[in-house]
């Protein structure tokens, strides 16, 4: 406990000379007669991102201490809210501000102005700059929870108690999460990171809450002591065709998986697919897309036979598939393919524009049209505009 302690405490030390500088600048706008709120809030202004890796750091230490009283242990941080964070910061700081500003020492209003609108200009910077890395991160991640989830979850952990050498097992449910970002998943991801004694394991739920842009996460560092079964192994990528399908043929996992909507498209049309999967997760749809799905075995460069079986799997664990029609789609040698397959199975499908000036073939006509208004997709059912998921539905 006393080394927790000290780590915790070189921690602190740490994250607050992050605030020296900052703590300087937002003391060089305030004007005469300022209270400490005003200080405070001055600053969640300025350094808005700072306010929020402090929020995070007070939020994670929190849930440690809560989750010690829960296990029947004391509380070992007591990290401050962020607001009496900061007030302890600047106690020494605001002192001689104050003491100077009754001397008439401080900037000009002009000067406080410039320096005020340059801060604001930066750290509306760093705000977009971390903005567009989390999306960036977030590009082939949905999210939604799959109905699978909790039947995966369960699976990891029965794995890790009756057969912890099956890490390749324990990986492909980490794999499947890093998939879906939802509070099941994060949860889950938390708990792998805290426990599990296989380092590569640990390692992935680490890297995939970092992903998710969940702040102060730290990876667990491995236990002391002998070694189990299990806690060496590295687990078996799943990186090509033949790997996958292999898998998906001997997994009971992969016999539990199931997807509202597959899109049949051109990956050509990427970029309006992804809006698409937006707009389709808010409706708390699971959509397959191959290149978001099964991104690492499924790359286009290493396409074959095992590549067209793994997609026949995928089509039929289904429940509606969705043509996205286009220049590219039309020009597809794979669309058609999966549009005919998917027919034959009988199920749900509805055509997708994405391009109306590009000639569609006849066979389109068949089925009903899909449209997006406003984050909303309907589909025209007889006539009847209806909501995509009560389409799916009915």
């Not at 994250?15 to 305030?30: D, T, W």
């Not at 989750?67 to 600047?90: D, W």
């Not at 009971?252 to 997760?281: P, V």
């Not at 590009?358 to 025209?380: F, M, R, T």
Request: with cysteine; net charge positive.
């Amino acid at each position: 406990m006393g080394k927790t302690k000290r780590i915790y405490n070189n921690e602190c030390v740490l994250f607050k000379r992050k605030f020296k500088k900052p703590i300087q600048n937002v003391g060089a706008v305030m004007p005469i007669g300022f209270e400490n709120v005003d200080f405070v809030s001055e600053f969640k202004s300025l350094f808005s991102n700072l306010w929020d890796d402090l929020c995070s750091k007070y939020q994670e230490y929190n849930r440690m201490d809560e989750g010690l009283a829960k296990k029947g242990f004391p509380k070992r941080y007591f990290f401050p809210q962020p607001n009496e964070f900061i007030i302890s910061l600047i106690n020494q700081n605001v002192k001689s501000l104050r003491n100077k500003h009754e001397y008439g020492i401080i900037l000009n209003p002009d000067k406080r102005n410039q320096l005020r609108e340059q801060l604001l200009r930066e750290c509306e910077n760093r705000v977009n700059k971390r903005k567009q890395v989390q999306k960036d991160n977030l590009l082939f991640v949905q999210k939604t929870t799959p109905e699978y989830t909790n039947y995966f979850i369960k699976a990891y952990f029965e794995c890790k108690r009756c057969n912890p050498q099956d890490v390749d097992r324990r990986y492909a449910v980490i794999k499947e999460a890093s998939l879906y970002k939802s509070p099941q998943t994060i949860k889950f991801l938390h708990k792998v990171n805290a426990s599990e004694r296989n380092y590569h394991l640990r390692h992935l739920a680490f890297l995939t809450l970092q992903k998710f842009g969940i702040k102060e996460v730290r990876l667990r560092k491995n236990r002391k002591g002998k070694k189990r079964a299990g806690d060496l192994i590295v687990p078996q990528q799943i990186n090509t065709p033949d790997a996958l399908i292999n898998f998906i043929y001997n997994s009971q996992l992969e016999q539990m998986k199931t997807y509202d909507l597959f899109l049949s498209h051109s990956s050509i049309d990427k970029e309006e697919l992804l809006k698409l999967k937006s707009s389709l997760n808010s409706e708390d749809l699971n959509v397959y897309i191959d290149w978001v799905n099964d991104r690492d075995a499924l790359s286009r460069e290493l396409t074959n036979v095992d590549t067209a079986k793994v997609i026949i799997e995928r089509l039929k664990s289904s429940n509606a598939l969705m043509y996205i029609h286009s220049s590219s789609s039309f020009n597809s040698k794979w669309a058609p393919w999966e549009l005919g397959y998917f027919h034959a199975l009988e199920k749900k499908v509805c055509v997708f524009i994405l391009d109306f000036d590009v000639d569609k073939p006849p066979y389109l006509d068949i089925y009903p049209k899909a449209y997006l208004v406003e984050g909303v997709i309907y589909v025209n059912d007889n006539g009847s505009a209806i909501r995509l998921s009560d389409w799916l539905n009915k």
